[in-house]
């Protein structure tokens, strides 16, 4: 069975940092493409983070460019989401997802992605 787990959410004042791992089991992620995605109560799924195969290309919204930072390390089969200064409005629960082809148009679009985590919650409050 093909999943991905992921840990490191929490509660985090404002202007704080939480590292969010994602550990794949029953496969590689060595020949995936890998996103981070969240969904605030009420608004749409929306990617965050991706990188692609190889780790050379990264995505990151708008949102959170300058904030949040995606690696890999394939040798421990995990990508993890560094996320500093967060924000009230980065609170959502946080998904990671892979699929096997990308484009450069699509490679961080919710659609596209195959493999989804159950999330998990990060949430940022005095």
């Known amino acids: 069975q093909l999943q991905l787990v992921e840990s490191g959410g929490g509660l985090v004042q404002p202007g704080g940092s939480l590292r969010l791992s994602c550990a794949a089991s029953g496969f590689t992620l060595n020949y995936y493409v890998i996103g981070w995605f969240r969904q605030a109560p009420g608004k749409e799924r929306e990617g965050v983070s991706c990188?692609?195969?190889?780790?050379?290309?990264?995505y990151q919204s708008d949102s959170v460019k300058g904030r949040f930072t995606i690696s890999r390390d394939n040798a421990k089969n995990t990508v993890y989401l560094q996320m500093n200064s967060l924000k009230p409005e980065d609170t959502a629960i946080y998904y990671c997802a892979a699929k096997r082809v990308a484009t450069s148009r699509t490679m961080c679009d919710t659609k596209t992605y195959d493999y989804w985590g159950q999330g998990t919650q990060v949430t940022v409050s005095s």
């Open positions: 990188i692609s195969i190889s780790g050379g290309t990264t």
